[in-house]
């Protein structure tokens, strides 16, 4: 029997550990219906050509429970003989009361009955395309099903094939209205603030009697829609976990995080992240509130990992773009310790037009990832060891190229990107933030290296006024210097070594020298690791 996957925490840093040890998904989400016997063979094909390790496909609540009580296990079967015929792990998405924002996946005799399952109402009365949160009708059904989902993981799935389940898709309410404005409803919303919410907001000093407005002024249909959410999705949580305590998550569509977005134009009430201590607070079954990045700045994509990554909160991206902007990010995600990666709609269920000069429209979606992780697969294991333990950093270039400085104890990583415009080559080439590195700590002055279209190189520690040379250097003579107790140390590369690794094990290929390290460690998009070893003179 495989031990539960769960979340660990050591020093301020978290890992998921799959099987004892720190396991780092390399993750792809399917599109919404490919999860079906006969589009399924379109999604293994892509994780395949991927090199993803962990499959994210939904559950869908209507092909689940297609009569009231009567569960259909048939396709979690199904999934579960396909993931461990292919080696992979899989991360189920529970597509119960709400689908982004709406009940869409509610099963058709629950559709049929709106009274009973009632949706939101908005100020006018109306009903809008949103389960309400507090129908308790819904919520004891969607409890059932969804305890029903994880006893039967309990029972069929002892290899832990499964490593965690996403409770609803995006909860909220889109548009229309921030929050249920039924009778009961309104009395909530005009009572007072539950005590819970006031501690996790910080808000201590409002009275006891202060309702929504009083304390959270123009934030208080957010803050209370959310608390309704996560008061009920916590309770479907916690029953499932209550059978099978597999790690459960919840996934917001965000809010941009760089502006306060008062008034609310996004997703009103799921874990955004102004609200994510409401969701600690009141859905403490939930491990992780994740972010599914979509947002088109590079700022507004780095403050959001930054705001995700919490000293009460583990980094997961369950969903993000596939697109080569965007797959540098992994790496800032990797930077911040995250426990897994996931782009969407990274299967072959959608047929793409070629753009012009594409050769390969089929798999132009998915070779930004497939780089990323034909390059981290082989040492997955290490790579979430080494960061769990924090001797890992990792970074991905900015729009307007400045280099960046990864600091370890006596040395320096410095990380540049201006190498591809040398003055011959490439002049007129457009240049696109594509770099990324990753640079751990193996010994006192020994290092494994790796990245995409990047320069790293290494200077003695010291401040930036004792420091010289390490970035950009062609032929300056110079090699990285510090000025240490009054004299120059500079960086001599003592041995780097190209491989690659196989079963955890680093097998070396060859010594680089000369041209391939005299101007730093060069990386283009080929999945290359090094093992550098460094001394001074
Ligand atoms: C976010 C949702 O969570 C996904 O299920 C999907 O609908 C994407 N948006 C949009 O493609």
């Known amino acids: 029997m495989h031990p539960l996957p769960r979340v660990a925490q050591q020093d301020g840093r978290y890992a998921l550990l799959v099987d004892g040890a720190p396991y780092l998904m390399l993750g792809a989400q399917s599109n919404n219906s ?53 080696d992979v792990h899989l991360v189920l998405l529970w597509f119960g009361t709400w689908k982004n924002g709406s009940q869409h996946y509610m099963p058709d005799w629950m559709k049929l009955d709106p009274k009973r399952y009632f949706h939101v109402l908005n100020k006018d009365g109306e009903y809008v395309d949103s389960p309400s949160p507090l129908c308790t009708a819904s919520l004891e059904e969607d409890k059932k099903a969804f305890t029903a989902l994880m006893n039967h993981l309990k029972e069929v799935d002892p290899e832990r094939t499964v490593l965690m389940v996403q409770v609803e898709n995006e909860a909220g309410t889109w548009g229309g209205t921030i929050r249920d404005h039924s009778p009961e409803a309104n009395k909530l919303f005009h009572a007072p603030v539950p005590p819970e919410v006031l501690k996790a907001m910080r808000k201590k000093w409002a009275p006891a009697t202060a309702n929504w407005e009083a304390v959270f002024g123009p934030e208080a249909e957010v803050y209370f829609h959310a608390w309704a959410i996560a008061k009920y999705v916590g309770q479907v949580a916690a029953a499932g976990k209550a059978v099978y305590p597999l790690p459960m998550y919840v996934n917001a569509a965000l809010h941009d995080p760089l502006t306060a977005e008062v008034p609310v134009t996004y997703e009103s009430g799921g874990p955004t992240d102004n609200v994510i201590p409401i969701w600690k607070a009141e859905a403490p079954a939930i491990d992780i509130e994740a972010p599914d990045i979509y947002l088109p700045g590079t700022k507004q994509y780095l403050r959001t990992l930054e705001v995700y990554h919490r000293s009460d909160n583990p980094l997961f991206v369950p969903e993000t773009m596939g697109s080569p902007l965007a797959a540098r990010f992994f790496f800032s995600a990797l930077g911040l310790q995250a426990i897994g990666y996931s782009p969407f709609g990274l299967d072959y269920t959608r047929t793409r037009r070629a753009l012009p000069g594409q050769a390969d429209a089929k798999n132009a979606f998915l070779d930004p990832t497939a780089q990323n ?32 400085i990864l ?23 457009k240049h696109e933030p594509l770099g990324r590195a990753l640079v751990a700590q193996l010994g006192a002055n020994k290092f494994l290296v790796s990245g995409m279209d ?81 001394a001074t003179y």
């Open 454 to 534: 990047c320069v790293v190189d290494f200077r003695p520690a010291g401040t930036p006024e004792q420091q010289k040379g390490g970035g950009v250097v062609f032929g300056t003579g110079q090699e990285p210097s510090a000025k240490i107790d009054g004299n120059w140390v500079h960086r001599q590369f003592l041995r780097v070594e190209l491989g690659q690794y196989v079963k955890g094990v680093f097998q070396f290929e060859r010594i680089l020298n000369g041209d391939q390290t005299d101007y730093g460690l060069r990386f283009t998009s080929e999945p290359e690791v090094l093992h550098v070893s460094l």
């Open 34 to 86: 490919s999860d079906w016997p006969a589009t399924l063979p379109q999604v293994w094909a892509a994780i395949e050509y991927l090199h993803a390790n962990t499959l994210e496909t939904p559950i869908y609540w209507e092909q689940f429970e297609p009569r009231p009580g009567q569960f259909d296990y048939s396709q979690v079967d199904l999934l579960l003989a396909q993931a461990r015929q292919r």
């Open 407 to 429: 600091h370890f104890g006596n040395w320096d990583a410095v990380v540049t990107y201006q190498f591809r415009r040398r003055p011959m080559e490439n002049a007129d080439q």
């Open 373 to 404: 992780y034909r390059l981290i697969a082989p040492m997955m294991r290490e790579i979430a060891k080494l960061n769990f333990e924090g001797k890992l950093q990792a970074t991905a270039e900015q729009d307007d190229e400045s280099p960046q």
